[in-house]
């Protein structure tokens, strides 16, 4: 069975700050690899995916993934207080099969 | 975009009781899950289907059961609540085509309290 960790649980930055999130997975026939952001309350919505090894930039968030490490990562550039929430990352073994999920980390940024 | 709305959004279970959480989409998706979410932790999945008629056991199946009547909905079913059955569940679609036949649209939720 898949497992999903995340680190670090929680995170506190200053705006403007560049914040890193990780995640790491047990199953080395994964192929898909999200990130859901979760603000308080709210429901958790998709925002990026990869799906080969490297880097994928979008606006001011990059993934980067390496598969041989069971590793990818989320990077946050010039954050944002509207950017405080809950990262989720999450992993599936097959097209369109259902997502593990990491427990989160909460990203806290300070205007 | 993607709708997905789920009823009841908040209730409170008396133990020993049958709860139903209803789902429905008007997405036109196959595939529709339910997740529970305890606080300030990740999604755990309960229970999923990729067609009306079908469902298939997740991660955390006991003590739950599911039913998909039709592509639209998607019923979770508790028939004994415990405490431990304590959190906010999600429900979410998917479709089956394309690269982005991974991405869940996800319900606002329903925050389910047994006391």
């Known amino acids: 069975q898949q497992n999903v960790q995340q680190s670090p649980e929680s995170l506190i930055v200053p705006e403007g700050a560049r914040t890193s999130l990780n995640c790491t997975f047990s199953d080395s026939a994964s192929q898909y690899f999200w990130w859901y952001r979760q603000h308080s309350g709210k429901a958790p919505k998709a925002l990026m995916s990869i799906f080969s090894n490297g880097e994928k930039e979008e606006g001011r968030f990059t993934i980067h993934l390496n598969k041989a490490s069971l590793h990818f990562s989320l990077h946050i550039r010039d954050s944002q207080p509207s950017d405080s929430a809950l990262y989720l990352c999450?992993?599936?073994?097959?097209?369109?099969?259902?997502?593990?999920f990491g427990s989160g980390t909460k990203v806290i940024v300070l205007p | 975009e993607a709708a997905v709305t789920q009823s009841p959004r908040s209730k409170v279970a008396v133990t020993g009781g049958k709860v139903t959480l209803s789902c429905h989409q008007t997405?036109?998706?196959?595939?529709m899950y339910w997740y529970r979410q305890d606080t300030g932790h990740g999604l755990r999945l309960i229970h999923y289907s990729y067609v009306a008629d079908s469902t298939e056991k997740g991660d955390i199946p006991d003590g739950y059961k599911a039913s998909r009547p039709s592509q639209e909905n998607f019923s979770l079913i508790l028939e004994l609540a415990s405490l431990s059955q304590t959190a906010v569940y999600f429900c979410?679609?998917?479709?089956?085509?394309?690269?982005?036949?991974?991405?869940?649209?996800f319900g606002e939720g329903s925050r389910l309290i047994v006391v």
């Open positions: 979410a679609s998917s479709d089956r085509t394309g690269l982005s036949g991974n991405t869940l649209y």
């Open positions: 997405n036109n998706h196959d595939y």
């Open positions: 999450a992993v599936s073994s097959g097209f369109a099969s259902a997502l593990t």
